[in-house]
């Protein structure tokens, strides 16, 4: 599987600059029935996490990475809600806590 290899390669490279274990996480491309589940990294920033797992993403759902945005589920808006904010400065872990409990709509642009 195309995707779990990918993420499983970028953990290997990066697990030294981890404190907490990447953590599997659903996404789902919105208005479809498409799905996957990645590793994630809670100490992850925004931009990493979007820089990470964006060619990942492009490679397996077939989106170039610049025609597409990550959105969290349990918007009121559901998959028309608003798109993740790109910043160095907020952990995902800050957010959603260590365990990472949230889903992620992607939707193209």
């Not at 599987?1 to 990447?22: E, G, R, V, Y």
Request: hydrophobic share 40%; glycine share 2%; with cysteine.
């Amino acid at each position: 599987m195309q995707s779990a290899n990918n993420t499983d390669n970028f953990i290997l490279q990066n697990m030294q600059h981890h404190s907490f274990k990447p953590v599997a996480v659903y996404f789902k491309e919105a208005f479809t029935t498409n799905t996957k589940l990645y590793q994630i990294y809670p100490d992850w920033t925004i931009n990493q996490f979007i820089n990470a797992i964006s060619p990942i993403i492009s490679i397996d759902f077939g989106i170039e990475p610049d025609d597409f945005e990550l959105l969290d589920m349990g918007q009121d808006t559901c998959e028309n809600g608003a798109a993740l904010r790109q910043t160095d400065s907020i952990l995902l872990r800050n957010i959603w806590t260590p365990e990472l409990n949230v889903s992620f709509y992607i939707r193209r642009i």
